[in-house]
């Protein structure tokens, strides 16, 4: 997730409507809002009331408040409002940045991801640098045997979970897996009663559109999983069954390093991975697959009080937030409003283009991110309030007051 700063018109961003634009609603709020997107260029930050963007930035923090990029050998902490540099350190020599603790003391610096994980060339071997931002902790190479991604910090910046692709040269699927910063060592997590897995009984995955979402606490992290080959998890192999399931949710504790996999019914994970959507709330996780019209509703923390609804089908990628009221579920060409505890759907209206990505916006508003663009809409009624160019744009990821 590499960002520079994109070139647009008046001043970096192009506000529809200026400079000789076709007139479309301008932005209304007042000092305006930061969008954080996705782009070619890399992550992009937007002030849609000043029509600046921030100073480069590589990858924020899990709540917005940081920005942390490589600027030469040098590893930049810059606030996420201003793009005001907070400190700098330097670390071992490495490519990017790729995981931040929730702490905000701990940064994972490695090479970029590959585009495919599978198949050769695969790696037998990966360099992982931990570093401390502020640069009071001394950095540390670790030099791993095997085929490596880092996914998550725990709580306690004591361990690094990491992706392991097996095998390492060709890889064929993946399992989960913690580095104890502490001595270097790799172990499975444990299972949710927090026991060790027994031997040959650690599952081995390979799924498409896999899509982690933090818990609002940020004591967990929620990773849906689709099209998985009838895929069999630890518990199942522990109890001998030879039948799974081709989606779930992967529940991972960031405090008790536990992990436990939230089986979806059928037909999750047959459909596009695309049209597959998740979201947390503070009292439920939220699944959709909209190919299929279908919508799962776990509780939290418990994970059994599972509900399940139909919902109108639609085809494309699909995105989700939930809000204090309401879950909102852009797919396709349609809009629906979703109510939190029952599923079903309040309100259906059209998107004001293909959906790449939704997120909160002040005041029950949304924004959502279309090809090129970012569009300000009343949550309620679905009205276009505003539209921000962003050329490149990949996934709108957060939205925020500026300050």
């Known amino acids: 997730m590499r960002r520079r700063d994109f070139l647009g018109i008046c001043g970096g961003v192009a506000l529809i409507g200026a400079c000789g634009a076709p007139e479309a609603p301008r932005t209304t709020t007042t000092p305006g809002h930061l969008l954080y997107a996705d782009t070619k260029s890399g992550l992009s930050v937007i002030n849609t009331g000043t029509g600046r963007s921030l100073a480069a930035a590589t ?22 409002a201003t793009g005001r540099e907070l400190a700098r350190t330097t670390p071992p020599e490495a490519k990017v940045v790729r995981t931040v603790s929730n702490s905000g003391r701990r940064v994972v610096l490695a090479d970029p991801p590959p585009p495919n994980p599978y198949g050769a060339p695969g790696r037998p071997q990966t360099r992982l640098v931990i570093a401390d931002p502020t640069g009071e902790w001394p950095a540390k190479t670790y030099t791993l045997k095997g085929n490596y991604e880092p996914d ?21 699927g993946y399992r989960v897996r913690m580095l104890n910063l502490s ?6 997590v444990l299972t949710r009663t927090k026991q060790v897995v027994p031997a040959g009984a650690e599952e081995i995955m390979r799924g498409n559109g896999r899509l982690g979402v933090p818990s609002p606490l940020g004591d967990r992290l929620y990773t849906l999983y689709t099209h998985q080959p009838d895929h069999l998890h630890t518990r199942d192999l522990v109890a001998g069954r030879s039948t799974g399931v081709h ?28 049209g597959h959507a998740i979201t947390v709330s503070d009292s439920a996780v939220y699944v959709f697959d909209t190919a299929s019209g279908r919508a799962v509703r776990a509780e939290t923390p418990d994970l059994t009080n599972i509900t399940e609804q139909t919902i109108p089908k639609s085809t494309g990628p699909a995105f989700a937030v939930s809000a204090s009221d309401a879950v909102h579920l852009a797919a396709g060409a349609e809009l629906f409003t979703v109510d939190r505890d029952t599923l079903s759907v309040r309100r259906a209206g ?17 924004w959502m991110g279309i090809p090129d663009a970012a569009v300000h809409l009343d949550a309620k009624t679905g009205r276009e309030l505003a539209r921000v160019a962003i050329p490149g744009l990949i996934t709108l990821r957060h939205a925020q007051p500026a300050v």
């Open 152 to 172: 998550a910090f725990s709580n306690d910046d004591g361990f690094l979970f990491v992706v392991d692709y097996l095998p390492a040269d060709a890889p064929e």
């Open 247 to 274: 989606a779930f949710v992967h529940v991972l504790s960031l405090t008790e390093h536990w992990a436990y996999c939230l089986d979806l019914p059928e037909p999750f994970g047959h459909g596009p991975a695309e």
């Open 183 to 188: 001595d270097g060592s790799v172990s499975p």
């Open 59 to 80: 990858i924020a923090d899990t709540r917005w408040n940081h920005l942390y990029t490589l600027s030469g050998r040098q590893l930049l902490t810059l606030d996420s």
């Open 350 to 366: 059209p998107t004001p283009g293909t959906p790449r990505g939704l997120a909160l916006g002040p005041a029950g508003t949304l």
